[in-house]
């Protein structure tokens, strides 16, 4: 797999690898629909500027999302394995590295192709078309979409006092958590094209 930026050492982490399948959209639509979120090259200012504040903090970011899932049972029958019932924790740990990895991603705001096919990758992750599959897992064949889509606001929401460790100016965090909130809505909308009927997307 090629060394995309140093992570090989993820299990699993598949950016910019020839087996990952191409994004259905182009280059030229990512850009159409950054526009309808309102994203500018300032948000991409402004997630840089996360990426030095949250560096450090993607594995208590990861445990706090997670913590947010283990309070909801609908969202923790997803990692149970279904021979036992018992949650997976050794896919628990590979999937949670490939998770840190995503907040740094997230952050680097580095719209490539390879991105965008990873993009599509993530959302086959979460779909029946692909869950388990990385990682040789029994847990949960399918998120539901509508798990998957109303997730975003429990991973941004909490991100503030994260992101208020920089300490930048209650502004400067704003405008952070502003740009935050709209790649996460435009990364949800790329994942859930494997959710849409064929041509709705
Ligand atoms: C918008 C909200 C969400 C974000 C940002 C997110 C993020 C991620 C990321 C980055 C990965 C790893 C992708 C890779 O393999 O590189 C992943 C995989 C996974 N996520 Fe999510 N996720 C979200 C919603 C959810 C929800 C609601 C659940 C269920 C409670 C969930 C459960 C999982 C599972 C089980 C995997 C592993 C899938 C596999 O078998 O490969 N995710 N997620």
């Given at each position: 797999?090629?060394?995309?930026?140093?992570?090989?050492?993820?299990?699993?982490?598949?950016?910019g690898s020839?087996?990952?399948?191409?994004?259905?959209?182009?280059?030229?639509?990512?850009?159409d629909l950054?526009?309808?979120?309102?994203?500018?090259?300032?948000?991409?200012?402004?997630?840089?500027?996360?990426?030095?504040?949250?560096?450090?903090?993607?594995?208590?970011?990861?445990?706090?999302?997670?913590?947010?899932?283990?309070?909801?049972?609908?969202?923790?029958?997803?990692?149970?394995?279904?021979?036992?019932?018992?949650?997976?924790?050794?896919?628990?740990?590979?999937?949670?590295?490939?998770?840190?990895?995503?907040?740094?991603?997230?952050?680097?705001?580095?719209?490539?192709?390879?991105?965008?096919?990873?993009?599509?990758?993530?959302?086959?992750?979460?779909?029946?078309?692909?869950?388990?599959?990385?990682?040789?897992?029994?847990?949960?064949?399918?998120?539901?979409?509508?798990?998957?889509?109303?997730?975003?606001?429990?991973?941004?929401?909490?991100?503030?006092?994260?992101?208020?460790?920089?300490?930048?100016?209650?502004?400067?965090?704003?405008?952070?958590?502003?740009?935050?909130?709209?790649?996460?809505?435009?990364?949800?909308?790329?994942?859930?094209?494997?959710?849409?009927?064929?041509?709705?997307?």
């Amino acid at each position: 797999m090629e060394d995309h930026h140093g992570t090989k050492d993820i299990p699993g982490y598949d950016l910019g690898s020839p087996t990952i399948a191409k994004s259905p959209i182009s280059l030229d639509e990512l850009s159409d629909l950054k526009a309808s979120t309102l994203f500018t090259d300032e948000d991409v200012v402004y997630l840089r500027l996360s990426y030095d504040v949250l560096k450090d903090q993607a594995e208590e970011l990861v445990t706090m999302w997670r913590g947010i899932i283990a309070l909801h049972p609908h969202l923790a029958e997803y990692s149970q394995d279904e021979r036992t019932g018992e949650p997976d924790k050794e896919y628990g740990e590979k999937v949670g590295k490939r998770f840190e990895q995503w907040v740094l991603d997230t952050a680097r705001a580095e719209y490539d192709q390879d991105w965008l096919n990873y993009q599509y990758e993530i959302g086959l992750r979460h779909h029946r078309a692909k869950k388990n599959k990385t990682d040789g897992a029994h847990t949960a064949a399918h998120i539901r979409g509508r798990d998957l889509i109303a997730f975003s606001a429990a991973i941004v929401s909490p991100m503030r006092p994260y992101l208020e460790k920089g300490g930048h100016s209650a502004e400067v965090v704003n405008r952070m958590q502003e740009a935050w909130w709209k790649s996460m809505i435009l990364q949800v909308t790329l994942w859930s094209q494997p959710y849409m009927k064929d041509g709705d997307f």
